[in-house]
Nanobody, 122 residues
Framework: QVHTVESGGGLVQAGDSLRLSCVAS????????MGWFRQAPGKEREFVAW???????TYDEAVKGRFTISRDNARSTLYLQMDNLKTEDTAVYYC????????????????WGQGTQVTVSS
């Protein structure tokens, strides 16, 4: 089992940037693909980005070109660089380990962190 802790959220204005971090502990971090999801109030948790063990990436269309997922295996840390933030990016952001199935569905993930709040004001 991998234990994950997210950080880096905050209150920013539209157009600003934030970098989220997710520190993982447990079995070897670089053995797993990882993903970022987000959940806005009253909405389902939704896919944001995914990164493979060899740093292949994929993104939801809503964030493509603005967000960048990366990983530092030496530090067992996952990142999400978020640029040109929009008010619709407001949500709690979660990282998790991808273990099965499609990268786009939360059912294939485990070891969710507690989340970090991102609030974007206009």
């Amino acid at each position: 089992q991998v234990h994950t802790v997210e950080s880096g959220g905050g209150l920013v204005q539209a157009g600003d940037s934030l970098r989220l971090s997710c520190v993982a502990s447990g079995p070897t971090f670089d053995n797993y693909s990882m993903g970022w999801f987000r959940q806005a109030p009253g909405k389902e948790r939704e896919f944001v980005a995914w990164i493979s063990t060899i740093s292949t990436t994929t993104y939801d269309e809503a964030v493509k070109g603005r967000f960048t997922i990366s990983r530092d295996n030496a530090r067992s840390t996952l990142y999400l660089q978020m640029d040109n933030l929009k008010t619709e990016d407001t949500a709690v952001y979660y990282c998790a380990r991808h273990y099965s199935g499609s990268a786009f569905y939360s059912s294939g993930y485990a070891d969710w962190g507690q989340g970090t709040q991102v609030t974007v004001s206009s």
